[in-house]
């Protein structure tokens, strides 16, 4: 299996983007980095920004429907540019940027797959999932099936999805804010919680929302002018620069596949995780219920895939850009040959061969800014599975008042922002690379499979929702933990047992098999009434027809 030193830094700041054999060295192992003054006043610029920004919001944030949902008033333009922030984060960023710079086009493979989730959202899931939804994707699983079991094995699904990411964030942004701004990583862990909760608590999804847009827009405009920047170097001529890459490599193997994915295996498991978790991630899932209507989410979807399709674009010409401008320049090089901080800094670098100390600033502010959105929103999607899912829809039966209902919500916030911080310290010396990858097959195995099953097979019932979810839970982390990232670099066995680092293709499979399988021998009376309410379902699921509408503020 290929391993790249000094890349599970980035790796860990968004589970999806990297697979847990390419993750890299020991996160407690990062290097401090002299205090960054640039970065740390942007930084403060943009946090002034956003506490403003919760201020309004915490004036609108009356009920659940606008904790959960913002009111379901997001346009779907502001929505997907909040989506786009959502992905576009410090590891897509930093992470893929780094790849490029080490491995050549290769790295590429995560911008594509994870562009390729995007058409799956947009003809077959945003518009059903909108309209059969309220504030959660356990709305939608349970819609037809028994509420109480189903809607807690989605809570519970969502949790675990949500914790890993939150580990992997916390640990991430920790050793990254040690890299940029010279702070140390408690300071960073309670400075990171800490504005989390807030945007959380006091704003709601109104808050996280406008926290992405303008970390979208920040970080968009810095990616922009950076890949101008560097074109200008090459007279506007990509060729000039890849052969510039080319020549500082002193081996065209760059621009060819191979140098990191050796086996096909491996790499289209890593391509199923990729294109199924992104419709599986409950974070994600609830942005489609902020928007007025069906249409508004297919814009949105539409909107998202645009931004992170150009995003990635530029990923390239900053990746490539840095082989060209950075490689070779000793002012960025620790030894005369690897860069200061490690392939993570590819970026940053270039920003200041590019811009100077100002844009270095500036970039390294955006790069703290992306932790901050990805959390908040990972938190609200917490907050939701604890306050709705479990506590009014299972413990209350679906009989909680709406003021305690929005009571828990912010109790829950509060509590998994202070797990979030723990977590971040217990970990702090842990290679947790095998997060990334558990991640996002959790989310492909055993959420992605339920959602596309529940609004589309009428065959689908609650026995076969809750232990087909649960063979692909559990295969998810099984796999995971008999393969190469904790079998042998973790628990030190010379051999994996599971000889692949990523195991979405078999866990999705084992998902869709199992949930198959449970469903078509279920002859129970339930079992009858759930395949018969289909038709119901399917009419509201395309017509939105007693679907949710936006509050009026």
Do not use: C
């Not at 700041?13 to 993750?23: E, F, G, I, K």
Request: aromatic content about 12%; glycine content about 10%.
């Amino acid at each position: 299996m290929p391993h790249l030193p000094r890349l599970g830094l980035a790796a860990l700041l968004l589970a999806p983007s990297l697979p847990v054999w390419a993750a890299g060295a020991d996160l407690g192992q990062a290097a401090k980095q002299a205090t960054n003054w640039h970065a740390i006043l942007m930084f403060v610029a943009f946090v002034l920004l956003t506490l403003g920004i919760t201020w309004w919001a915490s004036k609108r944030t009356r009920s659940a429907a606008d904790f959960y949902t913002a009111g379901g008033g997001i346009s779907g333009f502001q929505n997907g540019l909040a989506i786009a922030g959502d992905f576009m984060s410090a590891a897509s960023f930093l992470g893929v940027t780094a790849l490029l710079y080490g491995t050549g086009m290769d790295g590429m493979v995560y911008a594509v797959g994870v562009v390729v989730g995007w058409p799956l959202m947009l003809f077959l899931i945003a518009e059903p999932l909108r309209n059969l939804g309220k504030y959660t994707f356990a709305d939608v699983v349970a819609y037809r099936l028994a509420k109480v079991p189903v809607r807690t094995y989605a809570a519970f699904s969502s949790l675990t999805v949500v914790v890993f990411y939150l580990i992997a964030q916390m640990v991430g942004a920790g050793q990254l804010i040690k890299l940029l701004f010279g702070m140390d990583y408690l300071y960073a862990l309670f400075l990171v919680g800490g504005l989390m909760m807030v945007y959380v608590v006091f704003g709601g999804m109104a808050a996280t929302t406008w926290v992405q847009i303008i970390k979208a827009v920040l970080l968009l405009s810095g990616a922009t002018f950076m890949a101008g920047a560097v074109l200008a170097r090459f007279g506007f001529s990509p060729e000039a620069m890849f052969a510039k890459a080319v020549q500082v490599k002193g081996s065209a193997a760059i621009m060819s596949p191979g140098l990191l994915f050796k086996d096909p295996i491996d790499t289209i498991s890593l391509a199923v995780a990729l294109a199924f978790g992104t419709a599986g991630l409950p974070h994600i899932l609830m942005r489609f219920f902020t928007v007025p209507d069906a249409r508004e989410a297919r814009k949105s979807v539409f909107y998202a895939t645009a931004f992170i399709g150009f995003f990635y674009v530029l990923a390239v010409v900053i990746g490539i850009g840095a082989i060209a401008l950075v490689a070779t320049d000793p002012a960025y090089l620790a030894d005369g040959k690897a860069l200061k901080g490690g392939g993570n800094m590819a970026a940053v670098w270039l920003a200041h061969a590019v811009g100077g100390d100002l844009f270095l600033g500036f970039i390294s502010a955006v790069a703290f800014a992306t932790i901050l959105a990805v959390v908040a929103g990972l938190t609200l999607a917490g907050a939701s599975a604890i306050s709705h899912d479990l506590y009014a829809n299972v413990f209350a039966r679906g009989r909680a008042k709406e003021e305690t209902e929005l009571r828990i919500s912010r109790l829950s916030s509060l509590g998994l922002g202070i797990v979030a911080i723990i977590l971040g310290v217990l970990f702090e010396k842990q290679n947790i690379a095998y997060l990334a990858g558990l991640t996002l097959a959790i989310a492909a195995s055993a959420n992605f499979p339920l959602l596309l099953l529940s609004m589309l097979w009428p065959g689908l019932t609650s026995r076969g929702a809750i232990l087909g979810g649960s063979v692909g839970l559990v295969s998810a982390v099984v796999l995971t933990v008999l393969g190469p990232a904790v079998w042998k670099a973790v628990l030190g066995y010379p051999q994996p047992i599971f000889p692949w680092g990523n195991p979405a293709l078999f866990s999705v499979a084992a998902g869709f098999a199992a949930t198959w399988a449970f469903s078509v021998t279920d002859r129970s009376e339930r079992a009858a009434r759930e395949r018969a309410d289909f038709d119901a379902q399917f009419v509201r699921s395309q017509t939105g027809l007693g679907a949710e509408g936006a509050s009026a503020h």
